[in-house]
């Protein structure tokens, strides 16, 4: 999806700053560590099952470097999601108050923010968090 609005190489966010990757904690460092933060604060707000948000597929499209979130029409999806995740109702990943559709529009945010950016040349350190700074430190792509 990033690729989709900005072009960019999504991997070069990966660990950008104090929020951009797995657990984001300080200060923002810039505009896009700070899509990244508005990105974590959307997944919270997606009231999805714990770490259900690492698991659950959805369905966009990319058109004209725009992504669009929608409801997934995809039969093998809807079959293993209810095998391996039983416990999941069909509203979690089926409609607009899905959690697979908020997830998505969380997604889709994020890369409409990072497009109001150039693509980063390398990654910035985030200072205010020792966490994230030995994180940024030592990141491998």
Not at 3 to 28: D, H, M, Q, R, V
Not at 58 to 78: A, D, M, V
Not at 99 to 111: F, G, P
């Amino acid at each position: 999806m990033v690729s989709c609005a900005t072009g960019c190489n999504p991997l070069i966010y990966k660990g950008y700053g104090c929020y951009c990757g797995f657990l984001g904690s300080g200060y923002a460092v810039d505009g896009i560590d700070r899509c990244c933060q508005l990105h974590d604060w959307c997944y919270d707000n997606a009231n999805c099952p714990m770490f259900l948000e690492y698991f659950v597929p959805y369905y966009w499209k990319c058109y004209r470097n725009t992504p669009l979130c929608g409801k997934h029409s995809c039969f093998i999806i809807s079959v293993l999601l209810k095998r391996y995740f039983p416990a999941v109702s069909e509203e979690q990943w089926g409609g607009r108050r899905s959690c697979a559709y908020k997830l998505c529009e969380c997604d889709r945010i994020l890369s409409e923010c990072f497009s109001r950016y150039p693509c980063p040349s390398s990654r910035a350190l985030c200072r205010s968090s020792t966490w994230r700074f030995v994180q940024n430190a030592f990141m491998i792509f």
